[in-house]
């Protein structure tokens, strides 16, 4: 049958439903960017306290900022914001559970003063974000909270229907501070590195631009803790959404299929309290740094380096390309040799099981994780996980021989051509000027490299040009998998 609440007793046989009273769950948290990753992480922890008696006053409110999220929003009034969770092992199998801790849903470009006045109340002690990297909305080239973004801009013109989360929760800031409320805390769940200091730095930069007064006091009164949030999630597909219905009976409009892995390390800055998340299985600590760094650049760095070379070398699944000991030689030789010398010491993890692991799991073939959906925004993605790693071994003259041909793999691909001749789509806020500047290379070799406002000034160290070029010609010349043979040697 379809998900409901009045149909959860006839599904409870085919697999475990909230055995809660949901009635009862009040959110105290808002989140704003329920997508795939959210659904399969933040909810499934706050879940596990609903089911273990505690964290009533802990459910969440998701809210959809963009007008893209309209699907989103009709699936969950359908379904009473209820949606199935698929844990998939690489063996094939596959375990799966209703998930009941998100218990409303709000689309802010139908009704933007609901969302603002949800957050506002009393209620609401956490408003919980996952809106990308790009969400954030810094500028490439200062690194500064961009000013100059249209919807910025609108959002700022008084009695603006506001349509960004600057707008949405700064309004709702100031409508807490008018009444005497105290602020919520507010959590950013996405991959970037001290998400909660970014987040800071872009919330406050918008309330600055309102009243600077306002900007200061979110600076000086609202908690921003960081986290390192960890669960590979792909995109649903109607393959999910079939498999769903045929092994569990449930028809699902969108379910969400994860691995089995996950971790969620938070630090402990809540004013206004939060869900006993460690019974849950979160490591609540003082300082997530170490965790962040760890995993910004042995995952999703790790990730970035199938993208580009994976596609070129003809690959489309994550794992295909995974399982190809080329690439493990690449991922194992990226992470020993460039990435852990530059990771702090991180409290309880082994790191050299921490990357095999991650091995196995980019491996999983149960997943069936996309190249694309790695590739997706490469000029917030790479520059923010593997450029890190690159500058800090600059600076320690430290090995970057494989970073640089990750780059120069995302400059061959930006090209927008494949290795046989069939169009690539490259999907990037940049993608012109990409495609543009990497379309220029064959002649000048550096013009992708040379745009400042993406590589800041990498390309004036020929430490890191010497084996970028070499690389960038390889690929032209001889292809992606000639290239990485030559890079990484012949299997051991
Ligand atoms: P998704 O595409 O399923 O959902 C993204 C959500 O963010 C959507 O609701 C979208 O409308 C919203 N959004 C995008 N840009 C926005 C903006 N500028 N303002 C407001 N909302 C915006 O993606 P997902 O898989 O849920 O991943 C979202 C983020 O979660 C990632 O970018 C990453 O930072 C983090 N994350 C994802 C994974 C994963 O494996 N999917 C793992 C760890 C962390």
Redesign the pocket.
Known sequence: PALTTATLPSLAGSLPVPTYDRSGVRAGIVH??????????QALYVDRLLEQGTAQEWGFCGV???P??RR?AEVMAAQDCLYTLVVRHPDGSAEARVVGSIVEYLLAPDDPEAVVEKMASETTRIVSL??????Y?IAATTGEFDATDPDVVADLRPGAALR??FGLVTEALVRRRDRGLPPFTVVS????QHNGDVARGSFAAFATLRDPSLGEWVQREVAFPNSM???????TTDEDRADVAARFGVEDGWPVV?EPFTQWVLEDRFPLGRPPLEEAGVQVVADVDPYERMKLRLLNAGHQALAYLGTLAGYRLVHDAAQDPLFQRLLLGYMEEEATPTLLPVPGIDLDAYRRQLLERFANPAIRDTLARLAFDGSERLTKWLLPVVRDNLARDGEVRRSAAVVAGWARYSEGVDEQGAPIEIADRRRERLTANARRQREEPLAFLADREVFGDLVDDERFTGPYLETLASLHERGARATLEALVGDPV
């Open positions: 704003l960017g329920v997508g795939a990753f959210h659904r399969s992480h959809g900022v963009l893209s999220d989103m996952t809106v990308t990297e790009g969400g909305n960004t989360s769940c996405d991959n970037i949030v960890d669960r590979i999630t792909p995109a994860c």
